[in-house]
């Protein structure tokens, strides 16, 4: 049987790109999914697509700027299957701009989905695993969290912040049986980078080829290459590692 059979699994951003591959993984071994996303018509069709299958899956929708919706997720959670085994926060927004282009309204956004609902999230679910005698959180930060790149202060300082988070909640309770890490994806064929080719004007498909050839292994990570290392961090094989971040950037650096 697989290591996820029947167990609670809370994904947020589960209707993103990466997010779907995340929820395939533990569908896979037929894990019990509490799916969280803004986009409610998304989320019901891929319940229905998870139910279809036999999954038990249920879908929380709504706005992770809110502290009562962060934190539903995981009363949602235990009162639809009695526990909180795994927490994957992955939802996140990008804020481009330099500071001068970014408004007050940008950086409390920012802050709200990328920041203070992980922290939400992670209080709640790790009181619950304390108690419980374990669990495994998976965090997205970004490579540029932990290397700033250009003209993005306010998503590198939220993804900055959420990499450190990581690490502080990993060391703390790594004596109550919860480990706590954070993975660091450079770019990822997913709405989020491919918006950004639309913006300037350029095709996505383009886009997302020339910069794979500033990858060392010759392309951009699919939503599959992040999934694997969120899988791989939540499980058992991940039981010795704990308080860190892992970079998954294909080998590039970011300039
Ligand atoms: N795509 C990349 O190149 C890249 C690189 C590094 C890190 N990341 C991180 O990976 C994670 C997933 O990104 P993605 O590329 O799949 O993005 P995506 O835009 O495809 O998916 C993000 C999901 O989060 C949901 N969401 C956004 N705001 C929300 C809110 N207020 N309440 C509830 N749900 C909300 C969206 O509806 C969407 O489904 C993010 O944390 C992102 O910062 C992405």
Redesign the pocket.
């Known amino acids: 049987m697989s290591e996820f059979h029947n167990k609670t699994v809370v994904i ?2 589960a ?5 779907r591959a995340i929820l395939a993984k533990f569908a896979n071994e037929k894990a019990k999914l509490i799916l ?4 409610t018509k998304a989320l019901d069709e891929l319940a229905a697509d998870l139910r279809h299958n036999g999954l038990e899956t249920h879908t929380v929708a709504g ?3 809110e502290q009562a919706y962060c934190e539903s997720l995981i009363s949602t959670a235990i009162a639809e299957t009695g526990t909180v085994d795994v927490l994957i926060n ?5 804020t481009r701009g330099n500071i001068l282009e970014t408004s007050d309204d940008d950086w409390a956004r920012t802050m709200d ?1 990328n920041v203070n609902a992980v922290f939400y999230t992670c209080r709640a679910a790790i009181a619950h695993m304390v108690e419980n005698g374990g669990g495994a959180i998976v965090n ?1 930060s ?1 490579t540029w969290g932990l290397y700033p790149g250009p003209n993005h202060p306010a998503y590198i300082m939220s993804k900055a912040a959420v990499a450190s988070l990581s690490k502080c909640l990993g060391r703390d309770h790594a004596g109550n049986g919860v480990r706590v890490n954070a993975v660091c ?4 064929n ?4 491919r918006t950004g080719f639309a913006i300037r004007g350029f095709d996505a498909d383009e886009g997302v080829a020339e910069l794979g050839k500033s990858v060392p292994l010759g392309r951009i990570a699919e ?1 599959e290459d992040i999934a694997d290392v969120i899988h791989f961090l939540a499980s058992d094989a991940a039981r010795y590692v704990t308080g860190t971040t892992i970079e998954v950037n294909g080998g590039k650096p970011v300039y």
């Open positions: 947020t951003g209707a993103g790109g990466i997010g969280s996303d803004f986009d706005d992770l700027r992955n939802a996140g927004i990008i989905i997205t970004s994806p450079n770019e990822v997913t709405p989020m980078i939503p």
